[in-house]
């Protein structure tokens, strides 16, 4: 069974850092996109940074030179480093991945989810 885990989220004032990290089970990604999303009530999902296996990362342009996304493949593992937090930016975080050799930015082009993890940023 495959599973991603999310950890990391909570609650930071505006202009903090947080790292969030996924831990993903039941089958290696490292020939997969791996990306994180995410979601504010009554809103749709929305991609916030996603790194293929190979080539170049995809950043939405609200966090761009705020927030780093990397992996370790040997870990199974994507992360999402988040600094000079805003409270627009307080929101769910999934974290997910595509099948083999696949680049999406939108969600339909992912797989495999995590449950989210649970950002706030207070003013």
């Known amino acids: 069974q495959v599973q991603l885990v999310e950890s990391g989220g909570g609650l930071v004032q505006a202009g903090g850092s947080l790292r969030l990290s996924c831990a993903a089970s039941?089958?290696?990604?490292?020939?997969?996109?791996m990306a994180w999303f995410r979601r504010v009530p009554g809103k749709e999902r929305e991609i916030v940074a996603a790194?293929?296996?190979?080539?170049?990362?995809y950043y939405r342009d609200s966090v761009k030179g705020r927030f780093t996304i990397s992996r370790d493949n040997a870990k199974n593992a994507v992360y999402l480093q988040m600094s000079s937090l805003k409270p627009e930016d307080t929101a769910v975080y999934y974290c997910a991945a595509t099948s083999d050799y696949q680049f999406a930015t939108a969600q339909g082009g992912y797989q495999y989810w995590g449950r989210g993890t649970q950002v706030t940023v207070s003013s």
């Open positions: 790194k293929p296996w190979s080539g170049s990362i």
């Open positions: 039941g089958r290696t990604f490292s020939s997969s996109t």
